[in-house]
């Protein structure tokens, strides 16, 4: 069972370049989410998925894009590379249910260094 | 606006030493609640969790915390550490209690010295 599979692990970018993070989970799970990590602070969401075809902002979204055409598959696009872009990224799924126990299971994040 | 505080940036304690770690949360309704922690060059796992029930929780690897509702908090507590214990550990919180966004505190980074 891979849980949730984050890729690349490493990349650096020079600023302007775009990419894009894939995260994918073989554990059916309906919501889906992108956080960064940067030093010394707190994860912040970016952005969020509550199903296929459905995406929500969350707290930091600007400079990023995200899609979810099916429910395993939820990339992350950055499309204008920014040096406040540097950060580790962990993408992260849950199953849907109040009282299911819903634990969010993350990847193992992908550090990204924008020069 | 919701926020979740940890007390402590970075503690430092010898092997064997009793574990305190502070997490206050700022909402008043329903929550559920978190601890994960992120071992050097992994990612994050989750530690131990509260929903409802008995608001003393325990976890997994010895680690075991208390809901306090009066006072916004949920500490994470282990009666004597290890050196495998050194990593960043992270309060989080689901206001509303139901399937959505997690608050994360900033972390307080354990180091424990054999």
């Known amino acids: 069972n891979a849980g949730v599979t984050q890729t690349p692990k490493f990349r650096i970018l020079k600023i302007g370049q775009s990419m894009t993070l894939q995260c994918a989970q073989d554990?059916?799970?309906?919501?889906m989410y992108w956080y960064r990590q940067d030093p010394g602070m707190g994860l912040k969401l970016i952005y969020y998925?509550?199903?296929?075809?459905?995406?929500d902002k969350g707290e930091v979204p600007n400079g990023y894009n995200v899609s979810r055409s099916t429910t395993e598959d939820f990339p992350l696009r950055l499309e204008l590379a920014a040096p406040s872009q540097t950060s580790v990224y962990f993408c992260?799924?849950?199953?849907?249910?109040?009282?299911?126990?819903?634990?969010?299971?993350f990847g193992e994040g992908s550090w990204l260094t924008v020069v | 606006a919701q926020s979740v505080s940890q007390h402590n940036h970075h503690v430092i304690l010898s092997e064997a030493a009793s574990l305190e770690l502070g997490c206050n949360y700022s909402?008043?309704?329903?929550?559920?609640l978190f601890w994960y922690v992120q071992y050097p060059g992994q990612h994050l796992q989750l530690l131990l969790k509260?929903?409802?029930?008995?608001?003393l929780v325990k976890g997994i690897k010895g680690f075991e915390a208390e809901f306090i509702k009066s006072k916004f908090s949920f500490n994470l507590r282990k009666p004597s550490v290890q050196w495998s214990d050194t990593a960043e550990y992270f309060c989080?919180?689901?206001?509303?209690?139901?399937?959505?966004?997690?608050?994360f505190g900033k972390g307080t980074k354990l180091s424990v010295k054999p």
């Open positions: 554990m059916n799970h309906n919501y």
């Open positions: 992260a799924s849950s199953a849907p249910g109040t009282f299911s126990g819903n634990t969010i299971y």
């Open positions: 909402y008043g309704g329903t929550v559920n």
């Open positions: 998925s509550v199903g296929a075809g459905i995406t």
């Open positions: 509260y929903f409802s029930g008995d608001p």
């Open positions: 989080a919180v689901r206001p509303g209690g139901s399937q959505g966004n997690l608050i």
